[in-house]
């Protein structure tokens, strides 16, 4: 059985006018990871990202962290949802909630009641339908559990994180939001596969994360 390792990318820059460039807590996330998973002596012969920055400068300081080097590959189908557009498209004609781009508390609260809006095709002219955005996360996964690897590492987001967990489980499109808003900055989730199964081994995981009120544990 091979596993995968889908982890979130670390802290970016909320509310900031370029969202994809991770925070300096975001690469010290993923350094600390990289370090986590060479003490364990976890290491990859798979690597891939989705195609945002973000995501790239995860991988890029998780393997620095482990002291290791890799030629990853990317695949969109682990670039989140452009959550931006989302929100945009909802509200394009009428007056968007104070805040919804750059005060933490009201973009989830209004993203949670977006994204279930989506799911239910309420939402006109959406960035991408929600047909496509799951089915290019179920080619994702098709790509990353392909054979021939025993140990794969992906950087991710939330939101295709938490479909690929939901439709693994057979869950209902309700909980990819509220899984979503759960999973913490550099998160990993755990899954094992073999050539015709695969199933969840763990979720939002953060085993560099020293006490409940470390200083990297963030979620936005």
């Not at 089915?135 to 996964?141: F, G, I, K, M, Q």
């Not at 990819?176 to 999973?183: A, G, R």
């Not at 006490?211 to 979620?219: G, H, I, V």
Request: glycine letters at 10%; a neutral charge.
């Amino acid at each position: 059985m091979g596993t995968l390792y889908l982890i979130r990318h670390g802290q970016a820059s909320f509310g900031a006018a370029d969202y994809d460039v991770l925070s300096e807590t975001g690469h010290a996330q993923a350094n600390a990871l990289g370090r986590w998973f060479a003490a364990q002596g976890i290491a990859p012969d798979r690597l891939t990202h989705g195609g945002l920055r973000r995501q790239r400068e995860t991988l890029e300081s998780i393997l620095k962290g482990m002291g290791s080097g890799g030629r990853p590959d990317s695949h969109p189908g682990l670039s989140e949802f452009d959550f931006k557009a989302l929100l945009d498209a909802r509200f394009a004609e009428a007056p968007a909630p104070q805040g919804m781009h750059d005060d933490r508390r009201s973009h989830f609260r209004t993203l949670r009641d977006t994204v279930l809006m989506w799911q239910r095709g309420e939402i006109l002219n959406p960035p991408e339908t929600w047909e496509s955005f799951t089915s290019r996360v179920e080619a994702a996964r098709a790509h990353l559990m392909r054979e021939g690897a025993e140990t794969v590492f992906a950087v991710s987001s939330g939101g295709a994180i938490s479909q690929m967990i939901a439709a693994t489980l057979g869950a209902p499109g309700q909980a990819q939001i509220e899984l979503q808003l759960q999973t913490r900055n550099c998160a990993v989730a755990r899954f094992v596969f073999g050539r015709n199964r695969h199933f969840l081994n763990g979720f939002n995981e953060t085993p560099f994360l020293t006490s409940p009120d470390d200083p990297l544990l963030t979620y936005s």
